[in-house]
């Protein structure tokens, strides 16, 4: 059996032009099925991944772009309008390219990005799309590893369904990488299968349900088996054990996802309230190398925000408590009444 690169991670033999051409052909299938109305949704389980193929060439183990193609077999099934929603670890560099200038497809990507330093480099919060598709492009690049639940589900809350319900798209597709998982050795992420399947759950209230989830990368067969099960019960109707509720992002999560409204709201204009509900009820301090949370609750917010942590009397509260310990009951929680 020969094999040849086409770029120094992306090996082919004989067979890999055939097993591509499964693979786009299948979630091009799955996607007409979906848009006749035959399914209601589906997971396309294939290998090669296709999210880092561009236009012109191979990249990333990616041959052909499986969800691009995807959503324009959508869309010549009548889909006027496609929804991508990929949470690979990996910017799907591919994916942006090829719909950069297309306001018919809506590109929605979180992912590892350390200020470029992480494959493929792409994805920055400012990369908007081009030529009138400004907006059309969403990028929410997290600063550093170990992002989990808290953050994906944060994002998701305040950015991601915000922007998928008001562009009301026909298609959701999910370009489902799984190596934003715990325990995958590339990502070094900590999303658990409980995260993956209320992700999943939320993009249910998008596109009437008419979902396409499609495998991307992901490196620990048991995280993927895992995670992928879990997406797969939802699909099939079971709902999510945890509600996504009390969910406290990390100070680098929250930064991300106030700077991504922050840019992402010139195109979007009801993340605008968003932005400012944000900043009204979080804010974070740095004091020397210790990070330290506050948040600030008003009347009834408070019974919301502290349900997890303190009942609040009615009126301004100040709450201080250490970023590690986001999930457990506050290091230091005192009110101050009148601030
Ligand atoms: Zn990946």
Not at 157 to 179: Q, W
Not at 183 to 212: I, R
């Amino acid at each position: 059996m020969m094999g040849s690169y086409f770029t120094p991670d992306t090996y082919a033999n004989e067979h890999s032009a055939c097993a591509a051409r499964l693979a786009a052909g299948l979630c091009a299938d799955l996607s007409s099925a979906i848009m006749s109305g035959r399914v209601n949704n589906g997971f396309a389980l294939v290998r090669p991944p296709g999210h880092h193929a561009g236009v012109k060439q191979a990249m990333g183990f990616c041959l052909h772009n499986n969800a691009a193609v995807a959503a324009l077999a959508a869309q010549g099934a009548n889909a006027k309008k496609v929804l991508i929603v990929d949470w690979d670890v990996h910017h799907g560099n591919g994916t942006q390219e090829i719909f950069e200038e297309n306001k018919s497809v809506l590109y929605i990507s979180l992912h590892r990005h350390e200020g470029g330093t992480f494959y493929p480099g792409t994805g920055a919060a400012d990369e908007v799309g081009i030529m009138g598709a400004e907006g059309y492009c969403v990028n929410v690049p997290w600063k550093c590893a170990g992002v989990g639940d808290n953050d994906y589900l944060f994002a998701f809350e305040h950015i991601v369904l915000p922007i998928a319900l008001t562009f009301a798209p026909d298609l959701t597709i999910i370009s489902a990488g799984f190596d934003a998982a715990r325990g995958d050795p590339l990502g070094c992420c900590d999303v658990t299968p409980a995260g993956f399947a209320q992700m999943t759950q939320m993009l249910t209230a998008v596109s009437s349900g008419k979902l396409l989830v499609i495998l991307e990368g992901g490196y620990n067969l048991r995280s993927i088996s895992s995670s992928a099960t879990a997406v797969i019960k939802v699909l099939l109707g079971e709902y999510p054990a945890n509600e996504a509720k009390g969910i406290y992002p990390s100070k680098a999560g929250l930064e991300t996802v106030l700077e991504v409204l922050k840019i992402q709201m010139r195109f979007w204009p009801n993340l605008e309230d968003i932005l400012t509900r944000l900043q009204s009820e979080w804010a974070f301090v740095s004091l020397g190398n210790l990070s330290l949370y506050f948040i600030i609750c008003q009347g009834d917010q408070s019974k919301t925000y502290m349900k997890n942590v303190l009942t609040l009397p009615s009126g301004f509260s100040f709450f201080l408590y250490s970023l590690y310990l986001m999930v457990s009951p506050p290091l230091i929680g005192y009110p101050i009444n009148g601030f």
